[in-house]
């Protein structure tokens, strides 16, 4: 059971409470308050003043309050509601955040990076469905996405966007090409890999105008090992040199900026669109590196 239906169901739990008791409960409470005041009002007539209680404003309102107090199990869900729908309505419509648990997008993002995710450019979805309400910007090549991983949608994974619907995409000998056009790379100094502690060959692509570093292990082959039978799988060739790929429509090719230790597109296939998570834009803790917040490509 994930998160989201988890949080849905309190939704549903804290809501019904919070309606019940704003219908039945309160005012029921309200005529028990009032009913304790008046009789309260009534003993003082009755002794008289000498007797009377002298503090008699604070035993009314204590009376009052005491009637009024919601029950424990109200107190737990009722009062609870705002909150959860506040987090719900936020979490699944507005800004979702997600922990980077591999390092297949290593060098941009770390293993124990906090991301946010925008939930609402590429269109508003129902939470759990997934169901699209509004359309949204549409993807663009480069952009960092959180999508339910096709071969078990329970599972947020995070890549890079590297085919649109209808590109052609060809990873052959370590090189991006996209509809017969190689994708620029700039080499940068070798990054030191902390996971797979050793060095990587570290480059800045270039994708439509948009710069990300990416890694390329020289002592790994370029051609595909072990790739999954996917829908469309017969868009792709694979051979010795690597794969290339048509993408269908209503899909995306997905890439890791580690191209040598990351499971993506080039293994288990496209991603539909009715998989689109959000786009994810902000770095907002790693308990590791405080200096990794702030924003990235």
């Known amino acids: 059971m994930n998160f989201a239906l988890i949080l849905l169901i309190l939704v549903v739990l804290t809501g019904i409470a919070w309606?019940?008791?704003k219908l039945v409960f309160l005012p029921q409470r309200r005529r028990a308050a009032?009913?304790?005041?008046?009789?309260?009002d009534r003993q003082?007539?009755?002794?008289?003043?000498?007797?009377?209680?002298?503090?008699?404003?604070?035993?009314?309102?204590?009376?009052?309050?005491?009637?009024?107090?919601?029950?424990?199990?109200?107190?737990?869900?009722?009062?609870?509601f705002p909150v959860i729908l506040a987090v719900f309505v936020v979490r699944s419509f507005i800004i979702e955040p997600f922990k980077i648990p591999s390092g297949s997008m290593v060098p941009t993002l770390l293993v124990g990076d906090f991301i946010l995710v925008n939930k609402y450019e590429y269109g508003l979805r129902l939470p759990i469905t997934n169901t699209k309400l509004t359309n949204g910007s549409p993807l663009t090549r480069?952009?960092?996405?959180?999508f339910r991983?096709?071969?078990?949608?329970?599972?947020?994974?995070?890549?890079?966007?590297?085919?649109?619907?209808?590109?052609?995409?060809?990873?052959?000998d370590k090189k991006l090409t996209i509809n017969g056009k190689p994708v620029p790379e700039t080499a940068l100094p070798d990054y030191f890999d902390d996971e797979r502690i050793g060095y990587a060959k570290q480059f800045e692509e270039d994708l439509d105008g948009r710069k990300n570093r990416?890694?390329?292990?020289?002592?790994?082959?370029?051609?595909?090992?072990?790739?999954?039978?996917?829908?469309?799988?017969?868009?792709?060739?694979?051979?010795?040199?690597?794969?290339?790929?048509?993408?269908?429509?209503?899909?995306?090719?997905?890439?890791?900026?580690?191209r040598d230790n990351?499971?993506?597109s080039r293994y288990w296939g496209f991603v539909p669109d009715k998989n689109i998570v959000g786009r994810a834009f902000f770095i907002w803790m790693?308990?590791?590196?405080?200096?990794?917040?702030?924003?990235f490509e």
Not at 49 to 73: G, I, M
Not at 149 to 172: N, Q, W
Not at 227 to 234: H, L, M
Not at 236 to 242: E, I, T
């Open 19 to 21: 309606v019940l008791d």
């Open 34 to 40: 009032e009913a304790a005041v008046a009789e309260f």
């Open 44 to 80: 003082q007539e009755r002794v008289g003043e000498r007797f009377a209680d002298e503090n008699a404003n604070q035993t009314r309102a204590r009376l009052r309050d005491d009637k009024l107090r919601q029950p424990w199990w109200l107190e737990y869900t009722a009062s609870f």
């Open 142 to 146: 480069g952009d960092v996405v959180v």
């Open 149 to 172: 991983y096709p071969k078990d949608e329970s599972v947020d994974y995070i890549k890079r966007v590297i085919g649109l619907p209808g590109d052609t995409v060809a990873y052959e």
């Open 214 to 258: 990416i890694l390329n292990n020289p002592q790994v082959p370029p051609f595909i090992v072990g790739a999954d039978d996917f829908p469309f799988r017969d868009n792709c060739n694979y051979n010795a040199r690597g794969v290339t790929c048509k993408v269908p429509p209503g899909n995306y090719f997905m890439m890791g900026d580690n």
């Open 262 to 264: 990351s499971a993506d």
């Open 286 to 295: 790693n308990f590791s590196n405080l200096k990794r917040i702030g924003g």
